[in-house]
């Protein structure tokens, strides 16, 4: 198959969207990114890339930054972790805190705001302090997408703690049902932290060998989670990685996902590769128009959808 062909022929099918959907201004730092801006990688098994557009521009990975956080709290807590968050589909907004009141602070799935903030207090605790626990998630990450200089963005960081009223309200809402055991504070900036850090599409496709090939990846052959947890990593991804337009995502594109509200999404295609795309512009579910689109025209011209 033809992959370089196929990803520029979705470049060109994707002009007529440029002009729709809005960057994440709710973060001002975010707010000043150019819209007009796609890339797109895929990473075979053997370290082949194929790529097209901007896809050596840094970018801000916010909730992509999800998945490798739970992967760590999956390893070291195992099925413990479901004591204090869930693994269903919430279908309210990723920061509501409705849900979290009526169901006593456990929230619904590792990848929404108030359930990320919980696995990260997790490893806050595993790790003994929130330098050490960012440190540990930045040199896994690292490690996955085979870049040791990925780095933080501080001044998206200090954009999101300047404006956090609504992820401390969380925190602290779920800190009176005893769900969280860590400062507040100190937590929320650790979250923040994780989700600035800057990657491009081509490290983050690389970055999910691991999760097509059942927790090893198939370059260094590093076993970083058993064959049962990248499963189950790979499931909530597909049922939840869109927030209330998972299912929507699972409908047109078929394969497992999380975005972020920086324009990236990451997709999984068992034992064949990575894929990530970026485009900053949003839809209303607060994920990526355009690259929503690209994928699903990249799982329809390749027949790679898991369905």
Not at 143 to 161: P, Q, T, Y
Request: glycine share 8%; proline share 3%; with cysteine.
């Amino acid at each position: 198959m033809d992959y370089q062909q196929i990803l520029e022929e979705i470049e060109i099918e994707i002009q007529p969207l440029f002009g729709q959907g809005k960057v994440a201004d709710y973060i001002p730092a975010l707010g000043d990114v150019d819209a007009d801006q796609f890339g797109m990688s895929i990473t075979l098994f053997d370290g082949t890339q194929f790529n097209v557009g901007d896809a050596d521009k840094l970018f801000s990975i916010q909730s992509i930054s999800k998945v490798f956080t739970f992967t760590l709290a999956l390893k070291y807590l195992g099925s413990e972790l479901y004591k204090r968050v869930g693994r269903e589909p919430s279908g309210n907004p990723f920061n509501s805190l409705i849900q979290l009141e009526y169901e006593n602070g456990i929230p619904r799935n590792p990848f929404i705001n108030a359930g990320a903030i919980v696995i990260t207090d997790t490893l806050i605790t595993h790790y003994k302090n929130d330098t050490k626990a960012f440190d540990e998630i930045l040199l896994f990450i690292k490690s996955i997408a085979g870049d040791k200089s990925i780095n933080i963005d501080s001044v998206v960081a200090s954009s999101e703690m300047e404006h956090a009223y609504r992820n401390l309200a969380l925190t602290n809402l779920m800190k009176s049902f005893g769900n969280i055991k860590n400062d507040a504070i100190s937590l929320v900036q650790t979250y923040f932290n994780h989700c600035a850090l800057q990657m491009n599409t081509q490290t983050l496709s690389r970055a999910m060998l691991y999760l097509a090939n059942h927790g090893i990846d198939p370059i260094s052959n590093k076993a970083y989670i058993t064959k049962s947890q990248a499963k189950r990593i790979n499931a909530v991804m597909l049922t939840c990685g869109h927030y209330d337009a998972s299912g929507d995502f699972a409908f047109k594109v078929g394969v497992s996902g999380k975005s972020g509200v920086g324009g990236g999404i990451v997709a999984v295609i068992p034992q064949k590769m990575g894929i990530c795309v970026w485009s900053p512009a949003l839809n209303e579910q607060g994920n990526s128009l355009i690259g929503t689109k690209a994928l699903e025209l990249f799982t329809t011209k390749t027949g790679l959808s898991i369905f």
